[in-house]
């Protein structure tokens, strides 16, 4: 079992930047592919960034050239750093982990079995 807890959501003017942070249990972490996704109001949750063990990272075009995934396996942890934010940015970001998969970008929500509870981004205009 692994729990994921985020943090660093909060609210900031367009152009500006956060950096999501998303702690994990677990003594397999540096196996896991991990993931950040996002939910607006009224929408699917969506993909944005994943890395996987051998720290190979995958974009979703919207964060491409703006968004940077890393993961710290002494710490267990992995972050989203959002620069160039957007209103339609805002959402309940949301970080994800699945155990080995190799070489495969995994990006669908439903692909991944452990979830953290979310974090609040709002990107005012």
């Known amino acids: 079992q692994v729990q994921l807890v985020e943090s660093g959501g909060g609210l900031v003017q367009a152009g500006g930047s956060l950096r999501l942070s998303c702690a994990a249990s677990g003594r397999t972490f540096s196996t896991y592919s991990m993931g950040w996704f996002r939910q607006a109001p009224g929408k699917e949750r969506e993909f944005v960034a994943g890395?996987?063990?051998?720290?190979?990272?995958y974009y979703a075009d919207s964060a491409k050239g703006r968004f940077t995934i890393s993961r710290d396996n002494a710490k267990n942890t992995v972050s989203l750093q959002m620069n160039g934010l957007k209103p339609e940015d805002t959402a309940v970001y949301y970080c994800?982990?699945?155990?080995?998969?190799?070489?495969?970008?995994?990006?669908?929500?439903?692909?991944?079995?452990?979830w953290g509870q979310g974090t609040q981004v709002t990107v005012s205009s």
């Open positions: 994800a982990a699945v155990g080995y998969s190799g070489s495969y970008h995994v990006t669908q929500p439903d692909e991944y079995p452990y």
């Open positions: 890395i996987n063990w051998s720290v190979v990272t």
